[in-house]
């Protein structure tokens, strides 16, 4: 047990999450949401129902978010637009990670808690962007984009690392549970599901596509290939999430795959990027010593020189009782 817990805390001391990839899902994040804000209309985001005479639900909770604190006027819906697209385009940009992470996160959630039609994958968003929160606030760099010219402070590297890990769960739980609930659909059993979905009037392959693939979608056996490979990558998805290294790193290419054909062949553009990115931040795990400028995170003693070794961090040593 005490070789475990040495182990984890050695792994949160060396955990370095600013590198390339944490800088492609933010942006990846704000991107999804910009495309639903900037090409859905008002009409579609917010549906009139018996209930809703604005189409926004405000009730509870929800009347935080930033439609409803802005109003459903005219001026209101262009003032929330203007806001929200600001902050996502900051975001893409890169500037400021500590300070618009909190915004991101925001702007995600009111879109989540007051669009009466939801898009596709927005409350995976919202959980992300905010699991992401504690990995942020201890980013001091003026853009996402830059290498970090410290490492991070331990109190900021536990909760970052902590943090990876609630997301790690997170995807290994979305995925396992998308798998074993197709599973319980007959239609999945017997393979012909992606049939349906292909062949749909509204949200299957372009009738140019359906033509053209005609003797394949009339396969069984490939129909029912293609079908099974939805519920294999699914799960293979979420063990992957809980494995090591090389086995995230497999489980990012199986999510582009998956959400990438689905992106080709359905249309579904925001939920792919929003997936994408989610199953991307499994690769935050990056050395210090391949991403972080050489600026020491503490002064070498004199004798770590002599030895020719800086030793174990204070933390470690701590555990091991030196």
Excluded at 63 to 82: E, N, Q
Excluded at 184 to 194: E, F, L
């Amino acid at each position: 047990m005490r070789g475990m817990r040495t182990r984890a805390l050695a792994a949160a001391d060396s955990f370095e999450p600013r590198a390339l990839p944490l800088a492609v899902i933010r942006s990846i994040f704000a991107v999804a949401e910009l495309i639903g804000i900037i090409w859905t209309p008002d009409r579609a985001l917010f549906v009139h129902e018996p209930g809703l005479p604005d189409g926004m639900r405000c009730a509870g909770i929800r009347g935080l978010s930033l439609w409803c604190v802005v109003g459903p006027s005219p001026g209101g819906l262009i003032g929330s637009r203007i806001v929200a697209t600001v902050i996502l385009v900051a975001v893409i940009s890169g500037y400021r990670p500590r300070w618009t992470c909190v915004p991101q996160w925001f702007v995600t959630f009111s879109m989540t808690a007051s669009v009466t039609l939801p898009y596709g994958a927005d409350m995976v968003a919202a959980i992300a962007t905010m699991l992401l929160i504690p990995v942020l606030l201890g980013d001091d760099r003026t853009w996402h984009w830059a290498r970090p010219h410290h490492p991070l402070s331990p109190m900021w590297r536990g909760s970052a690392y902590a943090a990876w890990w609630a997301l790690r769960c997170q995807i290994a739980i979305i995925y396992f549970d998308s798998a074993i609930s197709k599973i319980t659909v007959p239609q999945w059993r017997d393979g012909t599901a992606m049939y349906t979905v292909f062949v749909d009037p509204n949200y299957g392959l372009p009738p140019v596509f359906r033509h053209a693939l005609g003797p394949v979608l009339s396969s069984e056996i490939v129909i029912g290939l293609i079908t099974w490979s939805v519920i294999s990558i699914e799960l293979g998805i979420a063990v992957c999430a809980l494995a090591g290294r090389r086995g995230r790193r497999a489980g990012v290419v199986l999510a582009i795959l998956l959400h990438g054909g689905i992106i080709l062949a359905v249309g579904l553009v925001s939920f792919g990027l929003i997936m994408i990115a989610l199953v991307l931040s499994l690769c935050l795990d990056v050395s210090k010593s391949r991403w972080v400028c050489d600026t020491p995170e503490r002064p070498v003693t004199a004798a770590a020189v002599q030895d020719g070794v800086d030793g174990p961090s204070p933390t470690i040593r701590a555990v091991q009782g030196d």
